[in-house]
């Protein structure tokens, strides 16, 4: 699939593809008693300028330099639709004089850079949402030991009056309701973070090959309203 964008604040015509490379002959295939690693799933970004890719105010050397957000949302909106286990190679396609100013080592040091930070961020922030929970789990066992002893109680002082019935049905919901947030934490929050925090790692290893042609492959098929002059 491509997709292509003409004047709008990346100031350059930048086109990206995704695409799966075959699976390797089935002597090479992954198992768990072979390490032989998969083809890498190809990114393929054709810009016009270097400057293209980082963010325009920063002054510092490209290594250095942080990815512009549009870069950014392109390589994960197509990394995204990759396997969980896959490689990536960022190919960057661009004429040849922009080609000579810059080596793939010094892009893939860049890349590196900022998908590292953004590891390192999603790495303390599922830290955090575990610390979170912990507190959310003492605090809902907590109440959930009250309700019940509340409930037990009650019932033993008043027996099956209606009001008392009701009463202590209403204390026993309250103590698993104050109990969800830590069930949803641990059961449901966290695997985005996770899922998030590997596309990272895995972005930041990506090989990176500059391509000074200045073209993009060709596409066997492309999806309706993915490609706009």
């Given at each position: 699939?491509?997709?292509?964008?003409?004047?709008?604040?990346?100031?350059?015509?930048?086109?990206?593809?995704?695409?799966?490379?075959?699976?390797?002959?089935?002597?090479?295939?992954?198992?768990?008693?072979?390490?032989?690693?998969?083809?890498?799933t190809?990114?393929?970004?054709?810009?016009?300028?270097?400057?293209?890719l980082?963010?325009?105010?920063?002054?510092?050397?490209?290594?250095?330099?942080?990815?512009?957000?549009?870069?950014?949302?392109?390589?994960?909106?197509?990394?995204?639709?990759?396997?969980?286990?896959?490689?990536?190679?960022?190919?960057?396609?661009?004429?040849?004089?922009?080609?000579?100013?810059?080596?793939?080592?010094?892009?893939?040091?860049?890349?590196?850079?900022?998908?590292?930070?953004?590891?390192?961020?999603?790495?303390?922030?599922?830290?955090?949402?575990?610390?979170?929970?912990?507190?959310?789990?003492m605090?809902?066992?907590?109440?959930?030991?009250?309700?019940?002893?509340?409930?037990?109680?009650?019932?033993?002082a008043?027996?099956?009056?209606?009001?008392?019935?009701?009463?202590?049905?209403?204390?026993?919901?309250?103590?698993?309701?104050?109990?969800?947030?830590p069930?949803?934490?641990?059961?449901?929050?966290?695997?985005?973070?996770?899922?998030?925090?590997?596309l990272?790692?895995?972005?930041?290893?990506?090989?990176?090959?500059?391509?000074?042609?200045?073209?993009?492959?060709?596409?066997?098929?492309?999806?309706?309203?993915?490609l706009?002059?």
């Amino acid at each position: 699939a491509v997709q292509k964008v003409n004047g709008d604040p990346w100031r350059a015509e930048v086109a990206i593809r995704l695409d799966r490379a075959p699976p390797p002959p089935a002597h090479f295939a992954r198992n768990g008693d072979d390490d032989m690693p998969g083809l890498p799933t190809d990114i393929d970004i054709r810009i016009a300028r270097l400057e293209a890719l980082f963010e325009t105010l920063d002054p510092s050397p490209f290594h250095d330099r942080d990815l512009d957000p549009k870069a950014v949302d392109y390589i994960l909106g197509w990394a995204q639709e990759a396997p969980s286990d896959a490689r990536f190679r960022l190919r960057l396609h661009m004429p040849a004089a922009e080609a000579a100013r810059t080596t793939a080592g010094a892009l893939q040091s860049a890349f590196r850079s900022n998908f590292d930070y953004w590891a390192l961020s999603a790495a303390r922030e599922r830290r955090e949402l575990f610390r979170l929970g912990r507190r959310y789990l003492m605090i809902g066992l907590t109440v959930l030991a009250f309700c019940i002893f509340a409930r037990r109680t009650i019932l033993q002082a008043f027996g099956d009056a209606p009001a008392a019935v009701l009463l202590a049905e209403g204390l026993y919901i309250v103590g698993w309701v104050a109990n969800w947030k830590p069930i949803e934490t641990f059961l449901y929050e966290w695997w985005p973070v996770t899922r998030r925090l590997s596309l990272y790692r895995r972005l930041a290893a990506a090989e990176v090959e500059v391509v000074g042609d200045g073209t993009l492959p060709e596409v066997p098929a492309v999806r309706a309203g993915e490609l706009s002059d």
